[in-house]
């Protein structure tokens, strides 16, 4: 339920200083707070800035499409991770995941998750 409290001193946008919106009903609502996931941070062969993160070496395209994979098809597939260096830079490429290619075959893009939430 929402109290005049909530909008502005004044009513907000449409409050009631607004003399044509005086006597109209006024409503709100909450919107969910987005999840947090890790981001896109270089292509494959790039650098990757992610500052005291968490870098993930995952596909590029959902495997068989050419539809640009979201963090929910980057974590459910194979993929590498290290902690970003000193200085906070990662280049996205095999030799920085310790030479490995979790995905042979598959052009691979980097993520960052700079507040190290996930696993």
Known sequence: MCKESQFSKEGGKFGKNKKEFKDLTKQCWCEPEPEYEPYHCSADGGQCSCKNGNVFYGIKNVPGTDRIASWDDVSVND????????????????????DTDPQPGIEKECYCDDRKKVD
């Open 79 to 98: 993929m590498a991770v290290v902690e970003a260096n000193k200085t906070d830079y990662v280049e996205c490429s095999p030799e920085s995941f310790g």
